[in-house]
């Protein structure tokens, strides 16, 4: 079993929507927690970082973290055309030295115009 | 000005054969990174290095290594290829500071197809 899950979709709604994009953990270590998003054949790039639980907003982006269920959501409001990408999770314990992201399989969403 | 460059964008290789994977950044970065990317399985840390001079092996580093002569490059060599190394892989670097989150950089990846 890998030390993330993430559902891999592919995930398709209309414009306009909430798309709520969810992954699952199982080591208790990670204190950061990352969303990346990766247009087609580009490298990730970062949207948002999360350091222990919490939520935290950025525009129509907010990123939530419950370390007691060991779960991390990213909530989109708003969606436009624009959005449609692979989103990936990614996550790290505390950090000594270099930092070696965990990440979860992605998710492709698309949004409908 | 560019961030991180990789070289090549793309390549077919025979199995059995040499190939490196350049990568250079102009961040000043102490920190660099190889992962792949596969389907279904996201991306995997390779091998990684703190700073020039060394380097450590992360989740999936077996038939590769890595060298750091200096801050700015970090090639990934496969010694003898083999079909199950094809996959997308990507570059990335990072401003080490302490225990403190630094973001992460990622190339824009090299396709290698391993026949």
């Known amino acids: 079993q890998k030390e993330v899950e993430q559902d891999p979709g592919p995930l398709s709604v209309p414009e306009g929507a909430i798309v709520s994009l969810n992954c699952t953990y199982s080591n208790s270590a990670f204190q950061y927690f990352m969303w990346y998003r990766q247009y087609s054949r580009k490298g990730p790039e970062l949207l948002m970082y999360?350091?222990?639980?919490g939520n935290k907003e950025d525009g129509r982006f907010t990123a939530q973290v419950d370390k007691s269920s060991k779960y991390i959501s990213l909530f989109i409001r708003d969606s436009q055309p624009s959005d449609s990408a692979t989103y990936l999770c990614?996550?790290?314990?505390?950090?000594?030295?270099?930092?070696?992201?965990?990440f979860g399989q992605g998710t492709r969403l698309t949004i409908n115009p | 000005i560019a961030g991180i460059t990789q070289a090549p964008t793309s390549q077919i290789l025979a199995a059995g054969r040499r190939m490196t994977l350049r990568c250079t950044q102009d961040m000043r970065h102490n920190a660099m990174y190889w992962y792949r990317q596969d389907l279904g399985l996201g991306l995997r840390l390779i091998h990684y290095s703190n700073t020039a001079g060394t380097t450590g092996k992360g989740e999936v580093p077996d038939g590769y290594s890595v060298s750091r002569a200096n801050t700015d490059d970090f090639p990934l060599t496969l010694a003898s290829a083999v079909p199950s190394q094809t996959s997308v892989y990507f570059c990335?670097?990072?401003?080490?500071?302490?225990?403190?989150?630094?973001?992460?950089?990622f190339g824009p990846g090299t396709r290698l197809t391993v026949l």
């Open positions: 990614a996550m790290s314990p505390f950090i000594q030295g270099a930092q070696k992201l965990v």
């Open positions: 999360t350091y222990s639980s």
């Open positions: 990335a670097s990072s401003r080490q500071s302490g225990g403190t989150y630094n973001e992460q950089f």
